[in-house]
């Protein structure tokens, strides 16, 4: 066995595969895609003169070089007052955290290159989500920040508020499956028996409830600038804060993925073959472009809605959502009961 042989079966060993490759490389992919799609559109939308004409016959990529160089080289600094070692690490704890759901979905059916093959997936991707905005808020009070700490406790008031409604939402797929393995909800989805088109209204509550997660437009209210500077990330510079604002956006990816197995068909109408290309690769394609014109969709938002205050989103999130998803819950076990799925 020679050594390019050794390094593929290491690199394609499921788990560090779908960790590394599809849970990192691929979303960051998209994340600079998506940089650059949500800048351009909120420029045409908006009229803004600069990121609309910058660098045009290369479509604005020097922003996106320019935004690069400067988190590059721009200076660390530590403030003397924080609290090093939860400064430190909280950003990289929620960084990895954002994107270890990814090792729980299944991207095809076949056992061989399932990541950890298990009836309750699906709930074991949701207890996973909720696991990085704990770090979000510890690296708020790590900054020993007023602004900082301001932060934190909104996102601490976020977080309780989208959670539940992202969890009863996405669960819903499982109740009307009659099962929480995520392979038998895309199977009951053939035919294009979308359980985003059957059940609508658990998929726009888990909509939203994403973009109350990843603090999107319009609620982008933990790092409101024009209040609390920037959030819980106010002390942080260069890289640091690169990589807070990464996970926000890594974070968005994974959700996506998560909706798009849920409510959209997972790797359908494809049906996976034998071996690593079509068996494997091809369906993880399809569902990185569904989850990729999701994130399309939460960044066009941007251009066209305003920012919530706090008291509004939590007002829509326990008023109007958390209701919306116990009726889309409801019909879910309605669907379960008359057995359309």
Avoid at 45 to 65: D, E, F, N, T, Y
Avoid at 165 to 175: C, E, K, L, P, R
Avoid at 195 to 215: C, E, R
């Amino acid at each position: 066995m020679g050594a390019l042989e050794i390094l593929w079966k290491i690199i394609s060993w499921p788990p560090l595969w779908q960790l590394i490759v599809l849970g990192l490389i691929v979303p960051l992919l998209v994340v600079i895609y998506i940089l650059w799609f949500e800048r351009k559109t909120a420029a045409r939308v908006q009229r803004r003169i600069g990121p609309l004409h910058v660098s045009p016959k290369i479509a604005g990529g020097l922003q996106l070089l320019a935004d690069l160089i400067r988190y590059s080289f721009q200076e660390i600094i530590i403030p003397k007052t924080v609290d090093k070692a939860a400064f430190i690490s909280a950003p990289l704890i929620a960084l990895i955290l954002s994107i270890l759901p990814v090792v729980g979905v299944p991207f095809t059916d076949k056992p061989e290159w399932f990541p950890i093959p298990m009836d309750y997936s699906l709930l074991v991707v949701l207890a996973l989500v909720t696991l990085s905005p704990i770090f979000l808020i510890v690296a708020g009070w790590a900054s020993n920040n007023k602004f900082s700490i301001i932060g934190g406790m909104r996102e601490a008031f976020m977080i309780t508020a989208y959670e539940l409604i992202i969890i009863v939402s996405v669960a819903s797929a499982g109740v009307a499956v009659g099962s929480y393995n995520i392979v038998d909800i895309v199977h009951a989805q053939t035919g294009w028996k979308l359980l985003g088109l059957l059940n609508p209204i658990a998929f726009f509550t888990a909509f939203v409830g994403v973009l109350l997660a990843t603090s999107g437009f319009p609620f982008e209210i933990p790092e409101s600038e024009h209040e609390v500077v920037a959030g819980a990330f106010t002390e942080y510079s260069g890289l640091m804060y690169g990589i807070n604002m990464g996970a926000a956006y890594l974070k968005r990816m994974v959700y996506s993925i998560v909706l798009s197995v849920a409510f959209l068909g997972g790797w359908l109408p494809y049906t996976p073959g034998e071996g690593f290309v079509s068996g494997y690769l091809i369906p993880s394609i399809v569902i990185m472009v569904k989850a990729t014109i999701l994130m399309m969709i939460f960044s066009f938002l941007r251009a066209v809605y305003g920012r919530y205050r706090l008291d509004q989103a939590l007002d829509l999130a326990w008023k109007i959502m958390f209701p919306l998803a116990a009726i889309g819950f409801g019909l879910s076990l309605a669907e379960a009961y008359l057995g359309i799925f």
